[in-house]
């Protein structure tokens, strides 16, 4: 039988829930728009580089209190069944995704990037007649410049507030294969259908 201090909790509990689950849309970049950057990349022969940021949904920061049960096999020594109260965001949460964009949007921002009022996942920076173009889908990073300088200075300012995987030249975004072939201007486009087994 529960105490009524375990009762309130858990009502508590339940309200936070309902709050905390109505935030959880995170804009997914279209095809078409990477289809898009991908031809400014073959007509003005693009510099383009893919980064990979790790743990993804743990960046977002909460914007309010969320507890969840303690994990199993954790035992207090008083024998209380007590709750966790989160101070990150995790896998499973629903607003985890909500979170991790507005995360991104604020930090990228900083940097002098602009959101593509048309895609949100698309960003501009522009720097005198240096320009480089930000497409991002959930962990998956594709900058591409006109310049290397302000093409590593980004990456560089990626990895500095997120822990991100260099990935390099792009070949693969978003399980699009591309084929590049700098010299003759083009730039092709395969998407394999992969089987599990």
């Not at 969320?66 to 109260?85: A, D, I, N, T, W």
């Not at 093409?151 to 084929?179: C, P, R, W």
């Amino acid at each position: 039988m529960r105490d009524t201090r375990q009762d309130s909790l858990l009502r508590d509990l339940l309200k936070k829930k309902e709050s905390t689950t109505q935030e959880t849309f995170y804009p997914v970049s279209k095809k078409d728009s990477l289809r898009i950057i991908l031809t400014l990349v073959a007509h003005f022969d693009l510099e383009m580089q893919k980064l990979d940021v790790k743990t993804t949904f743990l960046n977002g920061d909460l914007e309010e209190e969320v507890y969840m049960k303690q994990p199993k096999g954790f035992s207090s020594s008083s024998g209380e069944h007590l709750v966790c109260k989160l101070n990150k965001s995790i896998y499973g949460l629903k607003p985890a995704s909500h979170q991790w964009y507005h995360k991104f949007y604020g930090i990228i921002s900083s940097f002098g990037f602009d959101e593509n009022p048309m895609d949100q996942c698309i960003y501009h920076k522009v720097s005198g007649s240096k320009i480089c173009f930000l497409f991002v889908y959930v962990d998956d990073i594709l900058l591409t410049a006109n310049d290397r300088d302000l093409l590593h200075e980004a990456k560089q300012f990626l990895s500095k507030n997120f822990d991100t995987k260099d990935m390099g030249d792009a070949f693969y975004v978003i399980s699009i294969k591309i084929h590049t072939d700098r010299p003759r201007g083009i730039l092709g486009l395969s998407q394999e259908i992969l089987t599990k087994f």
